[in-house]
């Protein structure tokens, strides 16, 4: 039970902390409520189904093509509707559910609402403390380990990175400094919507996709961003991971435990925010200047 427990643990753990961290990313720099994040996530996943049963391309490959169109197409998304709107924050709100419903309806148009499946990026399993382990488990969460940590290095050490963080802190400030506010947005946005593309091409092999696949994934994410401290990236990270281990202690200890755990993930969140509601790392906003 432990080893059941520590793997799905850390697979589901991975899974919110990759979406939890692209959400703080795009929250942080353009303030943005983007309900349609775990959408392109669904996406994705059927990307790499379709450039694998339709046109017989190797997984690696389709993954690829998911990340790359997911991507483009999210930034046009943004330029386009996101944009124009985007210092309305209930405008973006209603804007963002709106266009996460036409995705999961434009899916089920064309795929149904069929249960599919996609081949594992690297098969085959192996046997861990008595449970198998698949290498696509190891392979995720080894994903996890490299975006994450160059995504920590590109924010910290190169120019663009300290540009996102600089119009995280303060836009106003940032555009005085030369910087296009604008640009680095949008940017921004590609960036975390590539995280988003990424995070369904690996867990896709591991999951059933459906059109409403997007649904818990999301939950979860709001959960974590919250739990860590909105726009914190380092919060959201630890916070994704403690609520993956509060559902996979649930569903492994508890009889009918697959009903409750999104239940009991979010009760964890309210009993941190009732001690700390500005979460694990998270400051009380200032009012924008």
Request: hydrophobic share 60%.
């Amino acid at each position: 039970m432990f080893a059941d427990i520590l793997i799905t643990g850390l697979v589901n753990g991975s899974t919110y902390a990759l979406l939890a961290v692209g959400f703080s990313l795009i929250f942080g720099v353009a303030r943005i409520v983007n309900i349609a994040h775990t959408a392109f996530y669904m996406v994705a996943s059927y990307c790499i189904y379709t450039a694998t049963y339709k046109f017989g391309l190797h997984p690696v490959v389709g993954m690829l093509i998911g990340v790359v169109v997911v991507t483009v197409f999210g930034v046009v998304t943004y330029r386009i509707f996101i944009a124009p709107v985007r210092e309305h924050e209930a405008v973006v709100l209603i804007a963002t559910i709106a266009l996460a419903m036409a995705l999961q309806e434009g899916m089920l148009l064309m795929f149904t609402g069929d249960y599919l499946s996609v081949p594992h990026l690297i098969p085959g399993f192996t046997i861990l403390l008595g449970v198998k382990v698949f290498y696509q488990h190891v392979l995720t969460f080894a994903a996890v380990v490299v975006i994450l940590g160059g995504l920590h290095v590109f924010l910290s050490h190169t120019r663009l990175g300290l540009a996102i963080r600089a119009t995280a802190q303060d836009r106003e400030v940032a555009n005085l400094m030369g910087m296009n506010e604008g640009r680095i947005a949008t940017i921004t946005v590609g960036l975390s919507l590539a995280l988003a593309a990424f995070t369904g091409a690996v867990i896709a092999p591991l999951s059933i996709v459906e059109p409403f696949m997007w649904l818990h994934p999301l939950i979860m994410m709001m959960a974590a961003v919250v739990l860590g401290g909105l726009g914190s990236m380092k919060g959201s990270f630890y916070a994704a991971y403690i609520l993956g281990f509060a559902e996979a202690i649930i569903v492994f200890t508890v009889p009918m435990g697959a009903f409750l755990k999104g239940s009991v993930a979010l009760s964890v969140m309210i009993l941190v925010l009732l001690v700390r509601p500005e979460g694990l790392f998270g400051i009380a906003f200032e009012e924008e200047r």
